[in-house]
């Protein structure tokens, strides 16, 4: 179905026709004239399918009459990272650059100053995630009782992020008479729910299955030690034709070390993480959407939402701990319509993780045929270099260097732990007590001793302490 059919204005496909779009997707030919309707909407749908604009197209059009007031936003978007916040706001700035509306974009990282001014003087969108949401709302710089339409985007991994207390006090701000709309790619039923909470009669708009991957991306298993992931992925990249790839770890840690490995072995990478400060993590992503470097090394603060529409290939270095993660790591490639290819590195400790997805997406995912050193001129080679390397460090002692400096870190703190530890007190030794002894002759002048029945009288004056002096037999 083509935009024009779906009853949007004149300016808004204006918009869309300038950015090359004619027919409308699955998803947006059916939430477009349900939120157009004034009507609730829950959205799934697969990753890359153009749930952004289904939700900000119509919403450009449902605010094209009406002015914003000073503090009081007029819609409200909640994004779970601050660059699906950035991505939202320039989907906005896009399709309504015809019509006249003020945006705001709350995210961390950058001016709070700037961001209330901005505030001051009115917006019609506005688009947060929920931390300086709440940051903002609890100094008083912002009323949310003017909100005519409420979006959580990403909804589920809003809440699987931890976000409900947030979410319940944003929602809690709002009126009760308001639009509110759910997308996102993934939907369990306590996750949905959960969801219904915040909505009145909402509309089920689905159109793939729930966890599907896209059928334009050809997905792959790699089997392999842990001790040679390195090595493999580096043969991957060599032998499969990526334009641009994303190289997806479970920890941060795992992030910079590969970056620092792909760095050291010439080629064009960049980390990204969540660790990372706001500003550079704006320009390593707009590196890597302008082609200037061809491999991105991230966590998954990059596997939700964002509009990399030429990525080739997707390779997850892990297996994901959560197996719904696996379908927005491959959505990243095979966006628009275009194909793409992933592959997952599998270890003998990945194989139950792997039952779970395949559970999941409903079938069976194949093992890469023809890679093997035997049939791989490049994977035997990198496979050879790792272990020449490890047999260097095998020569040099038997371990490399961060094993070393693990190591010395472990003595290091034992030493801390030691000296920090109280010495607990040696009980004494016992003295043996010396034989009895013959008792000593009394003194001469000692005061004989009184007979036993007899008792001593105390003394009127010093009681029964007497001195020494009066305790010795002077004569004169």
């Known amino acids: 179905m083509k935009f024009s059919d779906l009853g949007l204005s004149e300016n808004t496909l204006k918009a869309v026709a300038d950015i090359g779009y004619t027919e409308a997707t699955p998803i947006q030919e059916k939430a477009i004239p349900e939120i157009l309707k004034r009507n609730d909407v829950i959205g799934i749908a697969q990753t890359g399918t153009g749930k952004t604009a289904a939700f ?86 912002i009323l949310l009782r003017d909100v005519q339409v409420f979006v959580l985007d990403e909804a589920d991994r809003m809440l699987d992020m931890g976000f409900i207390p947030d979410i319940e006090k944003i929602a809690a701000k709002l009126p009760a008479m308001r639009q509110t709309l759910l997308f996102s790619a993934t939907m369990p039923p306590e996750i949905k729910a959960l969801a219904k909470k915040f909505m009145k009669f909402p509309v089920d708009v689905r159109v793939d299955p729930p966890a599907s991957p896209a059928v334009t991306v050809t997905q792959y298993i790699v089997k392999c030690r842990k001790d040679d992931k390195r090595p493999v992925l580096r043969a991957l990249v060599r032998s499969e034709n990526v334009h641009n790839a994303m190289i997806f770890c479970n920890r941060k840690t795992d992030v910079d070390i590969l970056y620092k490995s792909f760095t050291k072995h010439g080629f064009s990478v960049a980390a990204l993480h969540g660790d990372m400060a706001q500003g550079q993590r704006t320009d ?100 050879e270099k790792a272990e020449r390397k490890a047999a260097r460090r095998r020569r040099r002692g038997g371990r490399g260097h961060g094993e070393k400096r693990a190591e010395k870190h472990e003595e290091k703190r034992d030493a801390e732990v030691k000296a920090a530890k109280p010495e607990r007190a040696r009980p004494e030794k016992r003295v043996k007590r010396p034989a009895k002894q013959e008792a000593k002759p009394a003194k001469q002048n000692a005061t004989p001793a009184k007979p036993q029945g007899e008792k001593k009288k105390p003394h009127p004056v010093f009681g029964n302490q007497l001195p020494a002096f009066m305790l010795n037999e002077v004569k004169l």
């Open 56 to 141: 900000t197209l119509p919403m450009i059009d449902l605010l094209a009459n009406g002015r914003a007031k000073a503090l009081m936003p007029r819609t409200l978007i909640l994004s779970p990272t601050r660059e699906l916040a950035t991505q939202i706001a320039e989907c906005f700035q896009q399709y309504g650059k015809y019509q006249k509306l003020s945006m705001a974009l709350l995210i961390g990282g950058e001016s709070m100053v700037e961001q209330q001014k901005i505030l001051s003087r009115g917006v019609d969108v506005l688009i947060a995630t929920p931390g300086r949401m709440i940051d903002l709302c609890e100094r008083g710089r």
């Open 284 to 383: 390593t992503l707009n590196a890597f959407r302008d082609g200037q470097v061809q491999l991105l090394v991230c966590s998954d603060v990059a596997a939700r939402g964002l509009d990399l529409p030429d990525v080739s290939h997707v390779f997850n270095f892990d297996v994901p701990f959560n197996s719904e993660d696996y379908i927005h790591r491959i959505g990243r490639t095979g966006r628009a319509g275009k194909s793409g290819r992933a592959f997952m590195l599998i270890t003998s400790a990945d194989f139950k993780a792997l039952a779970q997805i395949e559970k999941m997406i409903g079938r069976k995912i194949e093992e890469l045929p023809d890679f093997s050193p035997e049939s791989s001129p490049v994977l035997n080679e990198e496979l």
